[in-house]
């Protein structure tokens, strides 16, 4: 059983930056990729940035590109996502997730992952 855990979600302002990190247990992190996803009320969840299994490639929303950065380092089990200039929009709860299938292509699908974080808020304020 894989268990994902993520951080650093908090009340900032519009401008600011944020650093959340997502800890996965496990000993076979650095053969899959890794996603973000966020979900604010009343929204489905939305892909927000994705990472190949040796964080060679990247992947982002057209919404957070140039803002936020994805990243991981497979030896601390750890994937980061930095964002930066947040906006008001950028409020939601974020979640890690688990890409299915060992070095598989990205995806920005929910359904294309299987292990998922309990999720950490982030709230921009104006």
């Known amino acids: 059983q894989v268990q994902l855990v993520e951080s650093g979600g908090g009340v900032v302002q519009a401008g600011d930056s944020l650093r959340l990190s997502c800890a996965a247990s496990?000993?076979?992190?650095?053969?899959?990729?890794m996603g973000w996803f966020r979900q604010a009320p009343g929204k489905e969840r939305e892909f927000v940035a994705a990472?190949?299994?040796?964080?060679?490639?990247?992947a982002y929303a057209d919404s957070v590109k140039g803002r936020f950065t994805i990243s991981r380092e497979n030896a601390k089990n750890t994937v980061y996502l930095q964002m930066n200039s947040l906006k008001p929009e950028d409020t939601a709860v974020y979640y890690c997730?688990?890409?299915?299938?060992?070095?598989?292509?990205?995806?920005?699908?929910?359904?294309?992952?299987?292990?998922w974080g309990q999720g950490t808020q982030v709230t921009v304020s104006s």
């Open positions: 997730a688990r890409k299915k299938g060992i070095y598989s292509v990205y995806s920005n699908q929910p359904e294309a992952y299987d292990y």
């Open positions: 496990g000993r076979t992190f650095s053969s899959y990729g």
């Open positions: 990472i190949s299994s040796s964080g060679s490639r990247t």
